[in-house]
Each structure stands twice: as C-alpha cells, then as structure tokens.
C-alpha cells in the first residue's frame, strides 16, 4: 500500500444525507457541487481538486421519476440510466432517445440530468429533450424554491441562474405538456461517446382527427443555448400530422440560431443540419416512421 | 476522511482524501493494477469497474462517493465462470492485442451477461461502447464476448499445434493469459518502493525563447522537490533523434522552444507533493516568436530557420524517376489530377507513457513501454554521457505503439532523475501530456497527376508531396524516402515521377506511424486511378488489375522481382465480393428512391516495402540449450501487442523440429536478448524472423551432431533429458557431459539476418527492400446525402502476407489496421491546443468499425521467413482510399481533404451537385 503516491491535499468535503443538511452548509460557504463527476472531473483537466466539494449524491429522496398530480418528478440524482430503464409515456421518448446518446454506459450510469442542465455546455443531450417538455427547473436554497422553465435556468455557455446557495433539486414536467410523442435526432462525428454537432427534439400531440394540437420542437448545439422553434410550432398546429407536414420545416426556421465554427463543423453546416435534423425528430414522432438518424432503433437483430 | 466499501468482496477501511478519485485508490493504494488509466476523463472507458453492479468510469468516480459500495475489478471477474469464459474466449479469438484495453472490455462484458444472456451483436456494441481500443478494429472482442455467452458448448478450444506445424496454426498468443486476467505489467503498473516522481515542465508556445528563473526560490518554496534539472544539468549530450545523422532534438530546449509540449525542464521528489505542483507558476519567462504555422510558411525566404543547415526550412527531400514522363503524358488519352490534404494524426495509443528508472551504482536501468530498447539504449548512453554497456533497457508490456513509442519520450526523464538523485524514479504521462509530447502522423499536400491511354493502361503519374514534419527530424527522412517509392501503388508505371519534402514547421514533431507516410500518398493516388476508371468508364477492378505490378516488372525504383509479387492474387481474390458489392450497390443506391442514402463501393490497395529503407536493419536471435535439457529463445522483438513473441516462437519450433510449448521464452531485455531492431516498418515478422529460422536450423543441425543423426530425426525433451529419435531408435544426449557457455549454454545458435537492399541513386533506382507485401480492400458506404455523414456497411481485405505464421493474428492486424484507416479517412485530425485529449479527438468506436471479411492471400516470397511477408503497415494503408472511392461512388463527391467529416462530404457533395 503506497498511499504516499497520493496528491497531499488540505481541502473540505462534504456528503449529506438530508437536504435540509445540504442547504444549510450551502448557505454557510463557497461549494462547488459534485454529482455523478462526469462533468467535474474531466473539467478538472490534470489540476488537483481544490475547492471545497458539497458531494449531493448521498441526499436522501432526490434520485428517481415520479408522478404525482400535476407533473411528473425527475429527482436532481436521477442519473441517465434511470430515464431509460423507467416507463414513461411516448412524450419522453426524446428524453429516453437522448439519454441513450449520452456518452456510453459508463457514463449514463453516473451522469445526472440535473448535472446535465447545470453544467450549461451547448452540446448538452438533455437540454432540447427536455424543453420539448416544457420541463421546470426546481432550485431549492434555505430561502425556499423557485421553479424556472429551462431557458430561463440555462442562460448561456456554462451559465446558469443558479445563486450561491441554490442547487437544483427537481426537474418537472407538467402533466399537460407530458401529451403526444416525442422523438430526439442526434448528429455527431462517431457511433459512440461523441459530443453533438447538433441535434433536435420534437414532440407533437393529435387529436382523434389526426390533426396537430401541440408542437413542441427544439434544436440543440446551434446557439449558446438551445431553442425552440416557435415559429414552426405555430405553423404547425392545426395541420394533419402526415410526413407531407414535415415539408413545413425549412430553413427559415432554423435561420435565427446562431451557431458557431468549431473543430467539429463550421456554422454553415450546422444551420443546414439542423433543419435537416428537425424534419427528422420531427417525423419520429408521427406512428410508423422511424427517424433515420437514432442510433438505437430497433434493428431485427435488436432486443432493445 | 476514512471510507469503508468492498473491493471484490473483501473489506476495505482506508483513510483517503475523498475527492481522489476511485482509479488512484484501487492501483496506487490498495496495488490493484488491472484497472487502467488511459485519460481521466471518461473518454476512454479503460478504467472501467463495476460499482454495485453498474457499469463506470473509475476515474470519475470520487472515493468518497463509494462508503459502503461493492467494486468488482478485473481481479475480481478471475475467480467468476462468467470472467473464466470470458477470459478463454478473448484468447481463443485473438480479442486481446496489447492488452491495455482488455480488462476494461472485459469487464463490460461480464456486466452484460450478467444482465442478458443472449446479447446480441448490436447489445455487445452497446455495452461495450465506452470502451476504446486502438489495436483491435473491435470486430474480435464483439466475437468473444457472443462466444462467452453462448451456452452451447461447440466453441472450438484452442488446441496446441502438432510438432513442425507451429506455423500456419491459429495460435492463440502466447503472451495472451496476462493480457487477459489483468496482470500484464503496462509501463505504469510498476513503481518501485521510494520512487521519486518525475514531472515536466513543458513549453506552452509553438515557438518562444525562454530564460528560467530562479529554481532555488522556486524549490524552496515547494517542499518536497528534490531536483530540479535543465539543459544545463545533462551530463552527456543535450541531443537525440531515432536517425543518428539528423539527430536534433534536444531532451530539455535550451533558449528555445519549437513546439507546443516541448520539455524545458523537470521535477522529481516526493510523489505527494510532486504531483499535485502548479507547474504554471514555475520560473519561467517566455518570448513568444513567431511560429512557422505551415510548410508553406516555413518555406519562405524571409521564414526564420528552425535548424542550422537546413535552407528553406527543408529536411529532407527524397526523388524517384523512371521512364520520361513528358513522353507518358503525351502517350495518354485520359488525365486527371488533383490536391490532396491530410492532418495531423494522433497515435492515440491507450497507454499514456510511462514507467521508471533506477541507477544501479554506475548503470542505470529503464523500464517503460518503448517499441525499440537497443535504440533507447544507445540514445540514453550518450544522453547520460556513459558506455552503452551501462545502460539497461527493458520494455514494460506495450499498451500500444503504433510508431510513437519508438522515439525518446519519458526515457531520458526518468534515467536523468534516478542518475542524479540515485533512487528510482518514475512517470506517467497525462493523456494531454501524452498527446502534445509525442510524434504524430505527417500533415501532407500532395498534388498528383495520373494518365492512361485509350485501353486503361497507365502511362505516367507525377507526383509532388510535401510532408510537415514539424519542430524535429525524428522519421521525417524516412517519410520523404518512402513517399516516392511507394507513391505509385502496387501498379507498374512506365514513366513515373515522384518528388517528397519533409519540411520543418513549428507543429508537433511528425515520426512513424503505421505506414511512414505512404497512407497519405495512397488516398491520392488511389483517388486518382478511381477516378481515370470512372472517364474511361471502365470497371475499377478490371482497370486495377490491368495495371497491377507483375513478377519480371520492374518497378518504378527498377527492382524486378522473379517471385513473390502478389497484388494480382489480391484483387483477384476480392472479385467474387467486387460483384456482389457492386449488384447490392446499384441496386441500393444511385437511384433516387425517396430515401436520403446512397451506398457505394470504392477500392484502395496498397504496396509496402519491409524493413529500412536502403538501409541496414540487421536483427539477431539467439537459442540456448541449457544442461537440463531446456530450450531457451531470447528475442529481443518488442511485442507491441502486433504478436511478434507468438510468431517468432512459431517459426523457431518448426525450424527446431519442437513442439512450441516446449520453449523457454526469454523477452526483451538489452542485457539478455541481442539486437532485434526496432518493432516498426513492419520488419518484424520478415527480419527477426529469418533470424530466428537460421538460429532455429542452426541449433537443430547442433544438436542433431550431438547424437550423429539424419536431418530427418525427431528431437524430444523430457525431463530434463533430450533424446533424438530415427527410424524408431531413440538415443539420449548426455547434455550434463557438455560444457557451459558464459550465456549459461551447453549448445547456442545466434544467427543475424540484414535484408539485402541497395542505395538508391539520383534517379531513385535501386533495390530499397528486399520483399514488399501486398494489399486490396473494397468499402462499402452509405451516405447521408442531406447530412452528409458516411455509415461503414462492409469491408472486404484481401492482403498477399506470403505464408501466414498465424492466420489469427494476421486477421487482428487487418482488422485493427482497418480500424485506424477508418479513423484516417473519417474522423480523426489533431489539431495542437484543441483536440488534445480524447473527447475532442476522435478515434473509431465499437459503432465505428462495421464487419471486417478478411482473406488471406498467399504469393510466398522467398526471401521472407517460410515465405513470409510484413503486414502491420500494410493493412491501414488501402482503407481510406477505399473509403473516399465509395464515397464518390455514392454522391459523386470527390473528397480531397480527409478526416471526412460530415460537413465536408455534405459540402463536397454540394460542389458536386453544382457542377452536374
Ligand atoms: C466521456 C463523456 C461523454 C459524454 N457525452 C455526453 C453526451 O454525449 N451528451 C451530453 O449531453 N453530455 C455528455 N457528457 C457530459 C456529462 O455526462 C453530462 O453533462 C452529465 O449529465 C453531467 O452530470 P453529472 O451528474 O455527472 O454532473 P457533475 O459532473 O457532477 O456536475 C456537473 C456540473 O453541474 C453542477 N451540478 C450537478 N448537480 C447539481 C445540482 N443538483 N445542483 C446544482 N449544481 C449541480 C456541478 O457543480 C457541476 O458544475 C459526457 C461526459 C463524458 C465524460
Ligand atoms: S481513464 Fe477513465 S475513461 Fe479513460
Ligand atoms: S488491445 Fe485494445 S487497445 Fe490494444
């Protein structure tokens, strides 16, 4: 046993059990919040851990789904893992399709959605499924909660309304937009383990007709943060939800969007993409049209 | 903080910052080694455990987190059925190459049939996703891992050789159990006892002057360092460079530094103050000059001059020319010509460098994952300023190489450190470390020109390539070399000219890797051939085979081969998959049918030359034969996970007439084995294997005088005696009568073998190799034309190896190599300061590498091993080209700029489209 090979470091940690306990010592001190790590450690590139850590995964009551009157409960330690193996309703299918694109195994075991929303990266897999469902954040301090919808919680690359003293403690999505089905598009360079170049989520509700009653759509990795299409929602509603509907996503919509050059694609390629990608997501959710580009539909070969 | 879990079911109680992270605790405290570390950054899945039953990374897992958790590692899964059939099938299929990634798979996998006992193929995929390997092309561990979990029993055991049929036998590696069952020793799986810790205080400038400041102030300030060493602290030479003549890399810069990473200093002491320093606040003042970004730039007049005596910035320029190629071009019905682009490329080995030193009295001793101890030997000896004598190099287990780990990296860090502060010392890199501090694939531009008369014969090619070979010279010369005479394929070309530059830039240092420049020169050569078939509008395969170099050809360096050519036999054998493809395509794809893919099929092939360029390459092999009857192989070759400790053993049993467990085998060690050269260039199989069958013949023709016996006779070893057996009569040796060699030997053969090659003159004529192999590969793609990314459907490799030593290693080479010709053509580019870790830089996954089919061609050569040829190179060098060519078959976008990323086929395919 060596464990002198061990960086000696002077340093505090925490790991409550109760949330009133975590909320107490965040209001007490400067912590840096640690959840499954997936995005805190590898953002600590080879530097020591310094900062004092309040580690949350202990807190009793914050992991798993549930639904209760009005909304449906997403737990701050509900890890991806969780999302795919629960049963929810067909409006989740792009949170259950995006949760299986995140990373691998290893990392949907450990890597929270809260962590997910709070890390504020623009590729974020979570953040258009979630939107679609006009999910809301609930960020809990000593002073009490406040609920915000996902574009007001996420305010730009790695930027979050979250105060010192607050952590997110619940995701909800309200019964009433929890309506239809919805499906996630995701484009990267590889199979596996690769960070989005974009995607897109879409969510659509019909009525006995056939015809459209909500459209929820947004795209993801073409802004600081990701947007829904309200343009097109609107334009959507009303119409017969046939693939011919589909030819309704052009361009225009995806023309506001600011996305940038990078070493992954240049913003050109990006803003075609996406509107590519939001006809896709968007022909997920209508019955008997897989989209092309979900990368575990089932194949005959597939048990999934 | 004190945390109580179990760790494969024993009780562990430590006392444990809590924020370390899981991976540190299990090697560095409780001694678990079998779980890795490629990254610390979840990237690369090596450090894979299992915590209370879910799959993780253990390197983003914070030990705190683990109070009252169960982990199982590797070392647990040995003592499970599920981790015993695991481990069998991983060797019986060839799963494990160098074996770095291997527990982490395994691992995986015992979680998945925990889970479900059938999995399917797309469920191993899946399961296993989160796990790189740059060795294998994945396709043989998906094939394990649906072996461990059926239960039938028909899975083939693997079944030991029949003497004097070692070779040709699926042998499943010999050095395979440890790579299986966790306990191989990587260069980071061994520290000794009181080791200091070496770390390096790197350059943040592509080009920048430097003056250190005050290491005392610095040194006092930080309790714990012991040593602090500069250039000005190197005993012998500052210098060091694989090719001697053009050695000019300094192993700490001086005044200057010439690349991003470069080394300006060290640091060694405690481990638990060392590594957790700043080294951003050591002392140090930079001068920002300005970089030579490109060879363009650095081939200005006004461009500064990185080195002396090299104008215009020019390393090494290499020149080939046979016929007159203004009289071809005239003589050519069809032209077509083109520029090509190729990046920076990253070994990406999974094992970051490591391992340690230690100065016994007035030797010094290294332990690390290198591909070529002689050199590191001789390298460190004048580093060190002490006889070559002095120095000892043993290879830890290779976790990957690929032509990286051939250059000094670690090596002069830690011999420096244990030499001054005389106790052991160590390193490992950081996966940014790594990736900075290594060589990479060359950049290239190359501007080509094919012509072929009316009937599709190839008249002349032209071809000028210029190669970044950035801050150092490391194998840029042997790039430049081998560019021109391999520029024109395995095709005879009457007139041909081919001109190469390796030029320095401020960039990452370019060397070897798996192909020395010639992948490059393929996707425009062979983009060009395709696309002359295409205006001639003859079939690819038809137009290849009908310029496909033959025996009694000369080729363009005028060598003639009598025997052995073997490209014919390649293409050839893909015919009945070109057909088939072909039908499937057409009836898939070019016509538009609602859906937005289109499926195309595209060859490239390859020639590669085994062993140094016109240059000597000797290796040595020794056997013994100890007075107690054991037969004892010393092969130097560094096993890199390419299966040269399996081959090289195969070849000596038959040659010695025994059966292959009965040998005794002795690894790399400079003090123990004799010069085996470098594992590179893909020599292995071909040099130290003709060695080996002469030190093989030779001892056999010993032993067989012992007892006066016919070449016919049957050498047995029993219990300590040795006995020939003929025409039914056995007589025993009395080996004890015989007296014992210094090497402790009452009979030895060492045979040396130098493949005969010539110099090349001006003109590039000459022999450059004395046995080149042969390859052909078709891709079968599907493009997203609206996205414009590329889905693998298939791929068929037909590679000429001669005679297969073992079918089954020769198909983890094509398939591993494929794999890294995929991550070539499709995704991979390194780009200094951006994509210096694994998540920004891509290589292929388990999704990424579709079915492989091989088939193994056979043309002998007779100047290879049992008619061996080299392959390791050979394999990568087709996919890309074959890659872009089904791509243009598909969308009928020609690709001149690879990685391919989606953006770039879906703007190509719009270039395309616009000039329809
Ligand atoms: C190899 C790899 C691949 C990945 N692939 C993808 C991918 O494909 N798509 C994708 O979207 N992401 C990907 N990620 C990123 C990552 O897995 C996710 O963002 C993850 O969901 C973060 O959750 P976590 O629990 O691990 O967060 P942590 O790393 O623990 O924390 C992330 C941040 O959120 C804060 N935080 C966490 N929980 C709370 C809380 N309850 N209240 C307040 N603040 C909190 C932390 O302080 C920290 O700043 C990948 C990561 C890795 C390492
Ligand atoms: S070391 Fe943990 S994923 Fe690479
Ligand atoms: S065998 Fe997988 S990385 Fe080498």
């Known amino acids: ?304 | 903080m004190k945390i109580e879990f179990q760790v494969n079911g024993k009780a562990v109680n430590v006392d444990i910052a809590p924020t370390a992270r899981l991976t540190a605790l299990l090697r560095d405290v409780l001694d678990l080694k079998g779980t890795k570390v490629g990254c610390d950054a979840g990237d690369c899945g090596a450090c894979s455990v299992i915590v209370d039953g879910a799959i993780c990374c253990g390197c983003l897992v914070a030990v705190g987190q683990l109070d009252g958790a169960k982990v199982t590692t590797i070392e647990g899964l040995g003592n499970t059925a599920a981790g015993a059939r695991l481990a069998d099938a991983f060797l019986r299929h060839g799963a494990a190459q160098c074996g770095i990634c291997t527990p982490a798979m395994m691992v995986s996998a015992a979680v998945l049939l925990d889970q479900s006992a059938r999995p399917s193929r797309r469920d191993v995929e899946g399961a296993l996703g989160g796990v790189l390997c740059r060795c294998t092309g994945y396709r043989k561990i998906v094939d394990a891992v649906l072996d461990a979990s059926a239960d039938d029993e028909n899975s083939a055991p693997a079944l030991t050789p029949q003497r004097r049929a070692a070779v040709g036998h699926r042998l499943a590696r010999l050095d395979g159990l440890a790579k299986v069952n966790g306990t191989e020793v990587f260069g980071a799986d061994y520290v000794p006892d009181g080791a200091a810790l070496v770390r390096v205080v790197r350059s943040p400038h592509a080009h920048a002057r430097f003056t250190i400041g005050d290491l005392r102030a610095f040194k006092g300030d930080h309790s714990g360092i012991e040593v602090i060493l500069t250039a000005a602290d190197i005993p012998g030479h500052n210098l060091h460079g694989v090719i001697a003549p053009f050695a000019d890399q300094p192993v700490l810069a001086e005044t200057v530094a010439r690349f991003v990473g470069e080394a300006i200093a060290i640091i060694a002491g405690a481990p638990n103050c060392v590594t957790g320093l700043d080294l951003s606040a050591f002392p140090v003042t930079w001068e920002p000059l300005e970089p030579l970004q490109s060879p363009a730039a650095a081939c200005d007049d006004q461009a500064p001059r990185l080195h002396a005596g090299r104008p215009g910035n020019i390393l090494v320029e290499g020149h080939v020319e046979r016929g007159d190629i203004t009289r071809g071009f005239a003589e050519a019905a069809h032209i077509v010509e083109g520029k090509f682009t190729t990046p920076y490329v990253e070994h990406a080995y999974i094992e970051p460098e490591a391992g340690y030193a230690r100065r016994i009295g007035e030797r010094i001793e290294v332990h690390a994952c290198t591909q070529a101890p002689h050199m590191d030997r001789e390298a460190l000896a004048l580093i060190l300023g002490v006889e070559t004598e002095a120095v000892r190099v043993v290879p830890s287990a290779c976790g990957g190489g690929f032509g990286s780990k051939i250059d000094l990296t670690l090596e002069p860090f830690i011999a420096l450190a244990a030499w001054h502060l005389d106790r052991p010392a160590y390193i490992v890199f950081t996966r940014g470390e790594s990736m900075r501090a290594s060589t990479k694939r060359h950049p290239s531009e190359i501007c080509a020109r094919v012509g072929c008369d009316a009937s599709g014969r190839v008249t002349a090619m032209d071809f000028d390539g210029v190669f970044n070979t950035g801050a150092y010279a490391s194998w840029g010369p042997t790039v430049a070399n081998r560019v021109p005479i391999h520029a024109c394929g395995p095709y005879f070309i009457p007139h041909y000219r081919a001109h190469s530059q390796a030029v320095h830039t401020n960039g990452p240092t370019a060397g070897a890797f798996r192909g020395f420049g010639v992948p490059q020169a393929a996707i425009a050569q062979e983009s060009l051939f395709h696309d002359l078939a295409e205006t001639l509008g003859m079939d690819q395969l038809e137009f290849r085979l009908t310029n496909a170099l033959d025996n009694q050809q000369p080729t363009v360096t005028g060598q003639v081969f009598a025997e052995g050519v073997g490209i014919k036999a390649c293409l050839e054998a893909l015919r009945p998959a070109w057909r088939r493809e072909s039908a499937a395509a057409r009836e898939h794809g070019h016509v538009a049918d609602g859906s937005t893919t289109r499926r195309g099929i595209g060859i490239g092939t390859c020639w590669y030359g085994c062993g140094n360029t016109s240059l000597s390459n000797p290796s040595t092999i020794r056997i013994g034969l100890t007075a107690t009857g054991q037969i004892v192989l010393h092969q130097g070759a560094t096993d890199i996970g390419q299966g040269s400790t399996t081959v090289i053993s195969q070849i000596v049993a038959d040659a010695l007439g025994i059966g292959i467990e009965a040998l005794d085998l002795v690894g790399s060690d400079t003090d123990l084995t004799p010069d085996a050269g470098k594992t590179s260039a893909s020599r292995q199989t071909v040099v130290s294997g003709t060695a080996a069958l002469r030190a093989g013949e030779a001892l056999r023709g010993m032993i067989l005088r012992q007892g006066n016996a016919g070449s016919d006779a049957e050498i047995t070893l029993a219990n300590g005696t040795l006995s020939l057996c003929e025409d039914g009569i056995a007589r025993v040796i009395e080996l004890a009568n015989l007296e014992t060699n210094p090497h402790g030997y009452v009979l030895e053969a060492e045979e040396t073998y130098d493949p005969p090659t010539t110099p090349l003159d001006d003109r590039g004529q000459g022999q450059p190799y004395s046995v080149y192999g042969y390859g052909a590969q078709i891709a079968v793609v599907s493009v997203d034309m609206l996205l414009g990314t590329v889905k693998l459907e298939r791929l068929i490799a037909a590679h000429d190896v001669g005679r297969a030593i073992n079918p089954l290693l020769v198909e983890g080479q094509i398939q591993g190599g494929i794999a890294q010709g995929i991550g070539l053509a499709l995704m991979e580019e390194y780009i200094p300061g951006k994509t210096e870790n694994l998540h920004d830089y891509l290589i292929p996954t388990f999704g990424d590498v579709p079915e492989i089919e091989s088939i193994i061609v056979e043309v002998p050569d007779p100047r290879g091993p049992r008619g061996a040829k080299g392959l390791g190179e050979h394999v990568l060098i087709p996919t890309a080209p074959a890659i872009l060519n089904a791509i243009r078959d598909a969308t009928g976008a020609r690709i001149r700029q690879v990685p391919a990323t989606p953006a770039r086929v879906r703007a190509a395919i719009e270039e395309a489209w616009e000039n329809d």
């Not at chain 1, 940690?13 to 499954?36: H, K, Q």
């Not at chain 1, 009551?61 to 330690?77: H, K, N």
């Not at chain 1, 199979?191 to 947004?218: F, H, K, L, N, P």
């Not at chain 1, 009303?238 to 996503?249: R, V």
């Open chain 1, 1 to 304: 046993m060596d464990p002198t090979r061990l960086p000696d470091i002077d340093q505090s940690y925490a790991r409550p059990r109760s949330i009133g306990e975590a909320l107490s010592l965040l209001a007490t001190g400067d912590w840096t919040v640690l959840a499954g790590g997936t995005d805190f450690f590898p953002g600590l590139r080879d530097r020591p851990v310094t900062a004092p850590i309040l580690d949350v995964t202990a807190i009793d009551g914050l992991r798993g789904i549930r639904c209760d009157g009005a909304y449906w409960r997403i737990g701050a330690l509900t890890c991806w893992s969780d999302i795919i193996a629960a049963d929810l309703p067909p409006a989740f299918q792009a949170l259950q399709q995006a949760a299986r694109e995140v990373g691998s195994v290893q990392i949907q075991n450990r890597a929270t959605v809260a962590g997910n929303l709070c890390n504020a990266s623009p590729a974020a897999d979570g953040v258009p499924p979630l939107m679609a469902l006009d999910a809301k954040v609930v960020v809990t301090s000593q002073a009490g909660s406040r609920q915000l919808a996902v574009d007001a919680f996420v305010l730009g690359n790695r930027k979050t309304a979250l105060a010192p003293g607050e952590i997110v403690t619940e995701i909800l999505v309200p019964k009433s937009t929890s309506r239809g089905i919805s499906s996630f598009v995701k484009l990267g360079a590889r199979r596996y383990m690769v960070i989005s170049i974009a995607m897109a989520a879409a969510r659509i509700a019909t009525d006995a007709q056939g015809c459209i009653t909500a459209a929820a759509i947004s795209v993801g990795a073409c802004s600081a943060v990701a947007r829904r299409l309200r343009g097109l929602e609107d334009r959507l509603i009303g119409q017969p939800a046939t693939p011919a509907t589909l030819a309704l996503a052009t361009a225009g919509d995806v023309a506001g969007l600011s996305p940038i050059d990078d070493s992954r694609a240049p913003a050109a390629y990006r803003l075609g993409a996406a509107a590519e990608l939001v006809r896709r997501a968007l022909s997920g959710c209508l019955p008997d049209l897989t989209p092309v580009l979900s990368a575990d539909t089932p194949s005959e070969e597939s048990g999934r």
